[in-house]
């Protein structure tokens, strides 16, 4: 097939594709827009995108491939820093490949399809006492297969080696159609591609005995070193590391380990990176001469600015010993403690401190997992990936260290470096001085690239550790590797993909020749600065809705806080985000692909605009629970961005001047629902009978957008104000009063929002019963206001800013007068805390967004203080939904605290309920809302059930309550109720 003009070849592949039997073939603005990216500075746009859901469609992808001369990338989770997963032609997602074909824990290995993810690998072998040794911090959602590319580390390499050291055995497609099979136990690499490479090695074993495999971390370029005869010939580890330019692998079977539960880890403080990077070879040639290699597991890195940055998120910090830089190292097994003695020997560390517990453990080890998207928030700019990983030999790591810190000083760079020490690996993300819509501010990135490859070259470095060379670093091979090198590479590329179709211009390439042309260190060496992001032209939106403070008011700025890092598409969470992928699998629907597409239409060029059928469409099943707030590390927050995006579609022309365009029924409904609950009040018994009324309710429903299998949520008969009538005392004067030192003031003030006045009011009536039962006075606000939530989620950003600041002019004097506030509702309360510093820049919001507390956190105080005890729930089965608000914003680690602090049995539930607000009432979101609700929320409801004894479901948000109700009827429990039907 030859293809017709540019315009026509994405159609005319979709076609192709399509007759070849590949079933998810995608041209569309929208799936070209999310893959033009991955966690690289290049956007490359491709003409399809396609999913293959059996591995026999590789195989017509590749046939379509080359019979069309259109080039192919393979990409995984789509994390790749170097650039290694975006190209012009067919890229392919592996991810529905994910087939764990067989586990043998005898022999100790796993066979799978490239598209597994490494932990539904570690959750696959766990039962069998075995996991995975390479573990990258992306193995929450990077793929097999996407490890075998990148010869991918991790922070556990030190003990157990990288994916190359781990691969047993492939079944691959080379590029020239071959199909091949390698298994070094079962006798040499056969057929003719093989033969050719094994030739190639022996011809030059001179030349690749002593320039390649000269340490663990040297990943760039070809690894040549695994096709000498001394190691067997082992193809298949040749191959891995190859980044998709020479092979697609089918299937992998890879080695596992025992994962010894006894884990030990000790934290060493010293005054800088550099010191820490010195202590380095001390401390291995003490423990292997002593113990032997692998005896580490890991010798870990950590800059105290990246820590600070956790912690000023409000985000607990275990405590660390004294210093400003960290090596986190840890041993296991029966030696584990004898390791653990000898490294502090070793150290030469200011202070040191042994983490005995495993939740302190396990927070350490996320700081370090989240460096890469924290470590690019960390500065006053943007902080990039390029020079990412590179790496020296540990001994010396130190000297490196200064020189590297030196040249960021000579360029005027700042960057915080981390990363696997024990290998000699270094991150840093580095604020390079991009300026959109500048093509020529990559300058001072090209030189910084150039001085570090060239110092690099002096202590026998890897331009990549572990990430690969992809578009940024491959055209700098020149300074790591002479010409006979290079020469090799090109060799191999020319048997395994003649025609140059597998991820072109990746290690080798006919656009790289120019740069060989050159010698180490000379100017023949590139930098790739075609391509660049953060280059690209951004529009600005000249009357925006939301202050976004975080990013200088800058709208543009704030959807590119999303680097690709991709914690958003992990198949599983422990924590809320992203609930809509976890549901549906699709990058559309995960945090990264909607910020992708905002990218697009903020930088105008495949997406025009925020007014798009793309952003529509890739904002329609976002649930706008703000987990990615709190999940995402580099705290990319969707809620918001939708928001803003439905303000300027709806709300502002194309000039962004104020224009009201017709929105959907359920904006005016759901999305103003406190008026119409107010407008009710009065006669809520009879709006209740008229629903219980099924023509009425159905009509109802669809005048209000309201999908038909959902219930209407009842009005209470009384609103909680007039139900807590006896407290009229508490007028408007006690506010004054209180703030003047009266000493009539209450001890607690309680807010009654929208949601609780009208549908809950028996959560507040607990809370204030509970309270007064300790001893306490407790007054109700009895002046109205609302936090606008409703109006945020639809976008109607106007008037969410007036209602917003009635709210905070109502509650900043009582919050003022230092008797505790508290909400019962925590969407309404993260509002406060979160959404009004969005809307309103006033101190009054200030204020109250420091000032409003959850009913735990009140409780919290007053039990320390003796003022209140709690009832003793002993044998109490407690089954809870933090509302997704309450996780990302508030947090619940207080009510944890409580309830197992009465002797609870708590199980928290992960995950979003499904619900959230209006979304999963509309039509259109009932299926999605559902599914969510099916992740994590209904087994772990089921599983309760099956347990039988004294249970009780928590949930103190009304969209929580109200989804438990509908799909399961399980009537759920405020904290408050809990505590005082128990009292």
Known sequence: MTLTSKPD????????????????????????????????????????????????????????????????????????????????????????????????????????????????????????????????????????GGMIGNNACGS??????????????????????????????????????????????????????????????????????????????????????????????????????????????????????????????????????????????????????????????????????????????????????????????????????????????????????????????????????????????????????????????????????????????????????????DPSSTGVFREFMLACAERLAVYGGSLSGEHGDGRVRSELLPFMYDETSLDLFAQAKRICDPENLLNPGIITGPQLQGARAGHPGGTGAQVNTEDIRPTRPKQTLPWPGLLMPHDGGDYGAAVHRCSGVGRCVAPKTTGVMCPSYLATTQEKDSTRGRARVLQEAMDGTLVHGLSDPAVHEALDLCLSCKGCASDCPAGVDMAAYKAEALHQKYDRDSEGRPRRRLRPRSHYVLGRLPVWAKLAAPVAPVANLMMALAPVAAAAKWAAGIDQRRSVPKFASRTLRRAAGRLNAASSSHAAGAATGNTGQPDVWVWADSFTNHFFPQSGLAAIEYLQAQGLQVRLIQKQGCCGLPWISTGQLDQARRRISQAVEVLAPYVSSGVPVIGL??????????????????????????????????????????????PDLTGVDVVAQPHCHQSAIIGWEADRALLEQAGAEVTKVAGCCGLAGNFGVEQGHYETSVAVAETYLMPAVRDQRTRGGDTVVLADGMSCRIQLEDLADVPAVHLAELLNSRS
């Not at 989770?77 to 991810?95: F, H, P």
């Open 156 to 437: 556990r390499a030190l003990g157990y080696g990288r994916t190359a050291d781990n691969v047993e055995a492939v079944t691959v497609l080379f590029g020239n159609g071959e199909l091949g099979s390698f298994d070094a136990r079962s006798g040499s690499a056969q057929g003719a591609t093989a033969e050719q490479l094994l030739g190639l090695a022996g011809r030059n074993l001179g030349h690749v005995r002593t320039r390649f495999g000269q340490f663990s971390r040297q990943v760039s370029g070809y690894s040549l070193e695994h096709l000498l005869p001394e190691n067997r010939g082992r193809v298949e580890r040749f191959l891995v590391g190859s980044e998709g330019t020479l092979a697609t692998v089918l299937e992998a079977e890879v080695r596992l380990v025992r994962d010894d539960p006894h884990r030990l880890l000790l934290v060493l403080g010293y005054d800088t990176v550099s010191e820490a990077a010195d202590a380095v070879p001390q401390i291995l040639d003490a423990v292997h001469g002593e113990f032997g290699p692998n005896s580490l597991i890991a010798c870990e890195g950590m800059d105290s600015r990246l820590v600070a940055l956790v912690r000023s998120a409000g985000k607990p910090v275990p405590q660390l010993p004294r210093g400003e830089s960290w090596l986190f190292v840890e041993a296991a097994g029966d030696v584990a403690n004898a390791v653990i003695e000898a490294v502090k020997s070793a150290s030469a560390a200011l202070d040191t401190r042994f983490i005995e517990s495993p939740a302190e453990a396990a927070a350490l080890w996320k700081i370090r997992e989240d460096g890469a998207g924290l470590a690019g928030i960390s500065l006053a700019t943007p902080a990039h990936s390029g020079w990412e990983d590179s790496a020296v030999p540990p001994k010396h790591l130190g000297a490196w260290m200064r020189d590297f810190e030196a040249l960021l000083k000579e360029f005027g760079l700042q960057g915080y470096p981390y990363g696997h020490f024990g290998d000699g690996c270094i991150h840093c993300r580095i604020d390079f001085p991009f300026q959109h819509g």
């Open 825 to 870: 509702e925590p969407s309404c309360l993260a509002t406060l805390r979160s959404d009004a510093l969005e809307l309103c820049d006033s101190e009054a919001a200030r204020v109250v967004a420091a000032g409003v507390r959850s009913f735990a956190e009140l409780l919290t105080g007053l039990v320390e203080e003796g003022r209140v005890r709690l």
């Open 9 to 144: 070849i994405a159609q005319e592949l979709v076609q192709e594709l399509n007759r070849a039997g590949v079933s998810q073939v995608d041209a569309s603005v929208l799936a070209r827009s999310m893959y033009s990216s991955d966690a690289s500075l290049y956007r490359v746009v491709p003409e399809v995108v396609v999913r293959p859901a059996h591995v026999e469609e590789l195989h017509a992808i590749h046939e379509v491939s080359r019979s069309a001369g259109v080039p192919v990338t393979m990409r995984g989770a789509g994390t790749s820093i170097a650039g290694n997963a975006v190209g012009e032609g067919i890229v392919v997602d592996t991810r529905d490949l994910k087939r764990i074909i067989s586990i043998d824990p005898e022999a100790r290995t796993a066979r799978v399809q490239p598209g597994v993810v490494h932990a539904d690998l570690q959750r696959a072998a766990a039962p069998h006492g075995l996991r995975f040794g390479p573990d990258p911090s992306t193995h929450s959602r990077c793929t097999i």
